[in-house]
């Protein structure tokens, strides 16, 4: 009884570690999506003033001559 008591303990402890880094590989993922989509809104208002004429925004962008 023994034997199999240390091997489900084993398995457990494992368990518990993928469970754990498969908790943080999800939150990470979560947060890049929230990431993309933010992004993916700021683009898509960026294209809706393009289609309505609106001037691009200045850029901090030193001209080529200087």
Do not use: K, N, W
Not at 18 to 45: D, G, N, V
């Amino acid at each position: 009884m023994s034997d199999a008591h240390s091997e489900l303990e084993v398995r457990i402890a494992y368990q518990d570690d993928a469970i754990e880094q498969l908790s943080q590989q999800l939150f990470a993922q979560s947060r890049e999506i929230e990431r993309l989509a933010e992004r993916c809104r700021q683009l898509e208002e960026r294209v809706q003033r393009l289609a309505e004429g609106e001037p691009e925004a200045a850029t901090d962008e030193t001209p080529p001559h200087y």
